[in-house]
Nanobody
């Protein structure tokens, strides 16, 4: 499984960005897809995840601001990020679970700054 993430960039506080991550290769039986992030000087943390049935979970710090969605036909996961804050600045990584094995994308940088 290869994961290609896109959509990062620089945005002002209060702005929005949409991240996308497409899975290619041996994509059968991918169950959960999600996003993690690593802020400068911090450990990587879960941002949001979604299963193949559409059930989603969010970190408390992003709930009500971020929305994860998924296109099962395209094996693509999206993260709509609204009301961005400087503390959302991080490298965002896409993740997919296949048969209990985790796969990672290359990361995309999101910078929230005025």
């Amino acid at each position: 499984v290869q994961l290609q993430a896109s959509g990062g960039g620089v945005v002002q506080p209060g702005g929005s960005l949409r991240l996308s991550c497409a899975a290619t290769g041996s994509i059968w039986r991918i169950t959960v897809m999600g996003w993690f992030r690593r802020a400068p000087g911090k450990q990587r943390e879960l941002v949001a995840a979604i299963n193949s049935g559409g059930g989603a979970t969010y970190a408390g710090s992003v709930k009500d601001r971020f929305t994860i969605s998924r296109d099962n036909a395209k094996i693509t996961v999206y993260l709509q990020m609204n009301s961005l804050k400087p503390e959302d600045t991080a490298v965002y990584y896409c993740n997919a679970i296949q048969d209990s094995t985790g796969f990672w994308g290359q990361g995309t940088l999101v910078t929230v700054s005025s």
